[in-house]
């Protein structure tokens, strides 16, 4: 049974910094993708950023871009989510989720196997 965990969430200041981990098990099956969404109260989870591990190649919302910084550790079975200049809006429930092929946009639909989440506060 695939299990996602997340760790590192928690409150911060404005322009703060968090380090988000993703650590899989469970598989004996290689992912195609890893990404990051976040959710605040309501039915609408947004993507923020992911990473194929065939390529490298990472994507990021336009909202976060040039202050998160995906990675993967450990081959593939963990990746962190690097959050700097955090700002209020930052504020969320945070997800990992993991596909088996690489989805080409970041769609919650597209990804198979989710963690609980981890809650990132920020203040103003």
């Known amino acids: 049974q695939v299990q996602l965990e997340e760790s590192g969430g928690g409150s911060v200041q404005t322009g703060g910094y968090l380090r988000l981990t993703c650590t899989a098990s469970?598989?004996?099956?290689?992912?195609?993708?890893m990404a990051w969404f976040r959710q605040n109260p309501g039915p609408e989870r947004e993507g923020v950023a992911s990473?194929?591990?065939?390529?490298?190649?990472?994507s990021y919302a336009a909202s976060v871009k040039g202050r998160f910084t995906i990675s993967q550790e450990n081959g593939k079975s963990r990746v962190t989510l690097q959050m700097d200049n955090l700002k209020p809006d930052d504020a969320a429930l945070y997800y990992c989720?993991?596909?088996?092929?690489?989805?080409?946009?970041?769609?919650?639909?597209?990804?198979?196997?989710w963690g609980q989440g981890t809650q990132v506060t920020v203040s103003s």
């Open positions: 989720a993991a596909a088996l092929s690489c989805p080409r946009t970041l769609d919650p639909v597209e990804y198979t196997y």
């Open positions: 469970g598989y004996d099956y290689r992912f195609g993708c």
């Open positions: 990473i194929d591990f065939q390529t490298g190649a990472t």
